[in-house]
Nanobody
Framework: QVQLVESGGGSVQAGGSLKLSCAAF???????MGWYRQAPGKEREFVSS???????DYSDSVQGRFTISRDNAQSMLYLQMYSLKTDDTAVYYC???????????WGQGTQVTVSS
């Protein structure tokens, strides 16, 4: 059983930065992990993922602004977000294991609000 707990969300002005964290409880060392987000009235969308050997993948909308990383020793996943835009406002979800972009385990989400 895997449990994922996100933290680090909050409110920030456009152009600012935030770092999200995801603590994984359970075995995820050999799993791909990732971040998704869901804005009000929109479907959940892929943000970024990282494989067990640190190969990364980003959506076009965040490429160059967000950086995903993981610490396998601490069972942690991170998302460093720079140059935030109001369009980045969403609930951000941590995910782990399964196929690329078809994750099995999900966290409860953390709210990120970017104001102009």
């Amino acid at each position: 059983q895997v449990q994922l707990v996100e933290s680090g969300g909050g409110s920030v002005q456009a152009g600012g930065s935030l770092k999200l964290s995801c603590a994984a409880f359970g075995y995820v060392r050999h799993c791909r992990m990732g971040w998704y987000r869901q804005a009000p009235g929109k479907e959940r969308e892929f943000v970024s993922s990282i494989s067990s050997d640190d190969t990364t993948d980003y959506s076009d909308s965040v490429q160059g602004r967000f950086t995903i990383s993981r610490d396998n020793a601490q069972s942690m996943l991170y998302l460093q977000m720079y140059s935030l835009k109001t369009d980045d406002t969403a609930v951000y979800y941590c995910a782990a294991c399964g196929l690329p972009r078809a994750f099995v385990h999900w966290g409860q989400g953390t709210q990120v609000t970017v104001s102009s």
